[in-house]
């Protein structure tokens, strides 16, 4: 696999709460410190990123249903064929290299294969999780503190030459197939999400969402409350932070925020309230990042970490100064593979 070779890089990232987004622009800057020119462009429905070939492409998304989210199967089939251009796909997810996402990327895969793409490096990133159970607060910081390291070595095994493939056995295969099968439960999950009366129309949740599920409707009445709320939001940054991009004008920035792609916040005269379609992709990202917490889940409220998810307030603690116990802290086969990823990374160093 020859990924040292000269062009552009494409990093296609489907994020919804920003742990892949994070992953990706990172990963980004690791290429231009290589040498290489990139450039990120965030996956969601219903936008047209598809329609000029790659040179180099790697795709990261975080794991959905023991799968790709519904999203990038999608961008997938609108890519343009190809010849053998190399491709890398990272896979990321709060659990890590374990049952039953073993086979989390070979949909993914073969989709790539299928247009011509070189599938010769494969691999997951562990971040945070975000999903039914938090990761606890030092293994989070751990995992973000290695995070770097962990994307310096992918890099410099593509311009090696090294190639990583897995070879999921039947039962994970299965798995993944029967894990498909939540996407239609998304949908429904999607659609009874409920709006409380705190919801001040800033229209954040429906910017923010990478399947295009939530539209802003009804009368025009949030005022000087959502004025507020936009006005305090609009003037903190949500780009990952790590990055040595800038919001605009980076060689990797076409998307800004992958917490606000498109920047800016509009008039609160143009919003009422969100309203919740069909083609829920199940990310949370809308009810973790309401700035009211005025959304709340009609169904399936397990799946939701009752404390939330952020990013960017685990970002803001520093990395634990001794080392702490993994053995510790990831018991159980729940941890299994965060304990693994995190042991890989202790091993090398």
Known sequence: MNHNQTGPVTLAYYSGTGTTGKVAHLLADRFEAAGASAQCIRIRSGADLSCQPHKRLVLLFAVHACNAPAAVYDWL????????????????SGGGEVFPNKACRCSAISRLERKGYRVDYEDMIVMPSNWI?????????????????????????LAQGLSKRTRPGPVDRFTSFLGEMEKAGAKSFGHRIRVSEACTGCGLCARNCPAGNIRMTGDQSSGQAAESIASSVAGKSLLPSGSSRSPEGSSHSREGSPHCPEGSFHSPAEFSRPRFG????????????????????GIGKFVVIPEGFSLSDLEKKE???IPWDVDELAKGYLWSGVKKYLQEDAGRR
Do not use: F, N, W
């Open 278 to 297: 069909k083609e829920c992709h199940l990310c949370l990202s809308c009810l973790y990042l309401c700035p009211v917490k005025a959304l709340t889940p």
């Open 133 to 157: 159970v938090s990761t606890r607060e030092p293994l989070a910081l751990m995992l973000l503190d290695v995070l770097p390291g962990k994307l310096d070595r992918i890099v410099r095994a």
């Open 319 to 321: 990395p634990p100064s």
């Open 77 to 92: 089939e609108r890519l343009p064929q190809a010849d053998g251009t190399p491709a890398l796909v990272l896979s990321v």
